[in-house]
């Protein structure tokens, strides 16, 4: 049998278990197989699975001497439905795709493989990444374990419900408006939007594309940094990616490094919040306070982020997704269509603004972190909502204007090129988990791991996942 008591273990412990030989990656895959037919079923998170693929890659990293298995040394992990794993149903969340099986892998994937990551699944993901909440018509919606009958965020909604049910230790996302940081706060896990370019991926529509990047999932800091340390790296068919650093992320997250000044802000000065998040985040903001950090209320000058993430998306899908909708239309959702209508309504005059903003909020964030050394905010403004809700209609009394608005939080973030993360902070009354989004300045990671780690410690909220899923409260 299986043993089961190893779903509740860190990351960090399966690899060094796994380079002393405590287990084998064919022990930790026959452990996931078991835990995914007990809770899967309620949740949805991985619906695509490949153990035959998977043992067949440990077997063969079996035969290399313990020590030279790469960072992750035999670990499974989940890759969200949006990247191409060779041999592997590949789907994007969309009919069009149902039965897609690339014959290459995504370099994503492949640098995970030969850093001795073993993939055994697919975690679910909206149609294209599109729209903050995890559904699709190909696989159905992927429930929040800490209340079923609610949502768990997206895109990569699934990677986190895998992480908070016990059936990854480590899992791939992806994120342009909040699409890691918002799984991430609605399940109770850590999840990290990189610096452009830290983590390579295979280029698609176009070389230089930004907004979106790759990046780690997990349940704790320390085990977050163990993924970026295996994803991170350059690689000559992404030209925008970046070297690997000498100094590796986990060391950065066991520092012990202290940051001296940092800012919270409640909505960046742009968002309506849910003053239950706004209340739980600001109280969790605080506590580094008591430390002796000086917590101050403050944030940048982010008044353009609507408007300029608004265009730059559309321009964005308009970009990646315009021959689809002339040969596909009637198999892409509403929200897919709006979003590719609307990049392909602008003119040079718009994106030159919306470029333009961007480079005007980027110039005044780097000035704001001359002087904090981290910026923190919700990850999200709401608690986890229906899982019937496409996506949130209004906050405290703001309707919005679209299915994107409502993730200004995140998006604004991602719009001034910085690393940000969740962090789990705290729940709500009714139980439910809330994120604290955490900021550095740009390819500041080491400096943010390192302040994560710190109130990860102090909030003492470590070791809440993983659950078995809950039912309606």
């Keep these: 049998m299986a043993d089961q008591s190893l779903i509740r273990e860190t990351a960090c412990t399966i690899v060094d278990k796994l380079n002393k030989g405590e287990v084998t990656p064919l022990d930790l895959l026959d452990v996931l197989e078991q835990r995914i037919a007990e809770v899967d079923g309620k949740v949805n998170a991985l619906p695509t699975l490949c153990f035959d693929r998977a043992r067949k890659h440990a077997a063969e990293l079996m035969k290399k001497p313990k020590g030279q298995r790469g960072l992750l040394a035999g670990m499974p992990i989940p890759i969200k439905d949006l990247?191409?794993?060779?041999?592997?149903?590949?789907?994007?969340g969309s009919p069009i795709y149902k039965d897609t099986v690339p014959a290459k892998s995504d370099i994503l994937v492949e640098h995970l493989e030969a850093e001795g990551g073993i993939v055994y699944a697919k975690s679910n993901t909206p149609e294209f990444g599109a729209g903050a909440n995890t559904f699709n018509e190909v696989f159905g919606p992927t429930r929040n374990p800490w209340d079923t009958s609610r949502s768990a965020a997206g895109s990569s909604g699934g990677a986190a419900v895998a992480l908070?049910?016990?059936?990854?230790?480590?899992?791939?996302?992806?994120?342009?408006?909040?699409?890691?940081?918002?799984?991430?706060?609605?399940?109770?896990?850590?999840?990290?939007?990189?610096?452009?370019g830290r983590v390579a991926h295979t280029p698609a529509a176009a070389i230089d594309r930004n907004l979106g990047v790759q990046g780690p999932m997990a349940r704790?800091?320390?085990?977050?940094?163990?993924?970026?340390?295996?994803?991170?790296?350059e690689h000559p068919a992404d030209p925008l990616s970046l070297p690997k650093l000498p100094t590796s992320f986990l060391s950065a997250a066991r520092s012990g490094g202290k940051p001296k000044r940092v800012a919270y802000s409640r909505d960046l000065g742009i968002t309506p919040v849910d003053p239950e998040v706004a209340a739980i985040t600001k109280k969790a903001a605080q506590r580094l306070a008591d430390t002796g950090v000086i917590v101050e209320e403050a944030h940048p000058d982010l008044r353009e982020a609507h408007e300029c993430f608004h265009v730059l998306r559309a321009f964005d899908f308009a970009l990646s997704k315009a021959a689809l909708l002339r040969e596909k239309r009637d198999q892409l959702k509403p929200e897919v269509i709006w979003n590719i209508e609307e990049g392909l309504k602008l003119t040079v005059e718009k994106l030159e603004r919306a470029e333009a903003q961007r480079v005007a909020m980027t110039a005044r964030t780097l000035e704001f972190f001359e002087k904090y050394d981290l910026l923190l905010a919700p990850a999200t403004i709401v608690a986890p909502f229906p899982v019937e809700n496409r996506y949130v209609a209004e906050c405290d009394g703001k309707k919005f204007d679209n299915y994107v608005e409502w993730l200004g939080i995140v998006y604004a973030i991602t719009l001034v090129c910085c690393p940000a993360l969740s962090l789990p902070c705290g729940f709500t009354a009714s139980g439910l988990p809330v994120g604290l989004q955490m900021v550095a300045a740009p390819r500041g990671e080491a400096q943010l791991l390192a302040g994560a780690r710190m109130l990860e410690d102090i909030l003492g909220l470590r070791s809440s996942t993983p659950i078995d899923p809950q039912p309606p409260k």
Excluded at 84 to 90: D, E, I, P, Q, R
Excluded at 167 to 179: E, K
Excluded at 180 to 191: D, H, K, T, Y
Aim: aromatic share 4%.
């Design 83 to 92: 990247t191409n794993v060779a041999g592997v149903l590949t789907t994007q």
């Design 164 to 196: 908070a049910t016990g059936t990854a230790w480590l899992a791939h996302g992806s994120d342009m408006g909040g699409s890691l940081r918002n799984p991430a706060s609605f399940c109770g896990i850590v999840g990290l939007r990189p610096s452009i």
């Design 220 to 233: 704790n800091v320390e085990d977050l940094a163990l993924l970026l340390d295996a994803m991170s790296g």
